[in-house]
């Protein structure tokens, strides 16, 4: 887990953070952003905003948590817009200020909470986290097609599969998410836009590891949807 409290949450992600930023895993996002002008759903502790300024692009970022609006800060500067918001909430000042930003893509990325928020715990199979991931891809989704100036929307996050069976992942990761977070949503996506990258490690590296997890891998699972009408 990614911490219990806000606290852990954030400390996790300095020094998991790092790591990314220092395999280039950012950045490799941030150069598949399609537009200029990109609103980013949970900017965590700014590594993800960071590489979306120094593409050039405008960004404006949200998170729920001041903690994290805070270490963004110190990452940009003022060469980003962050707003303290819940995608699941937004009052009318917070809407009008994204509608204002007239962004032309959204972007989630590794969406994540600490535990006293996702209700996750060690003995739970990690189903408690699908579940707020689920819910929130749906949130941003909705909120992406709510803004007629968006035409596409980014979503990444952590796996684990099989590096052989990636096309077939593919595939999957395209129903999953057409099925899913797109489902009467005006956003299409097909197997040319879903992309996974090796992360570092090894799943069966772990102690023990099950015999089925021989040649499983950790990866970033990438989708870019399309606006279709």
């Known amino acids: 887990m990614s911490g219990r409290s806000v606290a852990e949450f954030i400390a996790y992600w300095e020094d998991e953070g790092q790591t ?10 941030a150069g598949l952003v399609p537009g200029a002008r990109v609103l980013e759903i949970g900017c965590g502790v700014g590594f993800a905003t960071q590489a979306l300024v120094a593409r050039g692009l405008a960004v404006l970022a949200i998170d729920t948590l001041p903690e994290c609006l805070a270490l963004t800060r110190q990452r940009v500067g003022d060469a980003a817009t962050l707003l303290q918001a819940d995608v699941e909430a937004l009052d009318a000042a917070q809407r009008a200020a994204i509608e204002a930003f007239a962004p032309d893509c959204v972007v989630c990325w ?55 069976a990636k096309d077939i992942g593919r595939d999957t990761l395209v129903r999953y998410h057409l099925e899913r977070t797109f489902s009467g949503l005006p956003f299409s996506a097909n197997r040319n836009n879903a992309i996974y990258r090796k992360l570092g490690g090894n799943v069966a590296q772990l102690a023990k590891p099950h015999p089925a997890l021989k040649h499983v891998v950790p990866t970033l699972a990438s989708l870019l949807a399309i606006r279709s009408t």
């Open 20 to 29: 990314y930023a220092r395999h280039g895993d950012y950045d490799w996002m």
């Open 110 to 164: 590794l969406m994540g909470a600490p535990a006293e928020v996702t209700g996750a715990s060690a003995s739970d199979g990690g189903q408690a986290v699908a579940a707020y991931r689920e819910r929130l891809h749906r949130a941003v989704a909705g909120l992406a097609a709510s803004l007629p100036g968006v035409r596409a929307l980014h979503i990444v996050d952590r796996t684990a599969i099989p590096w052989q």
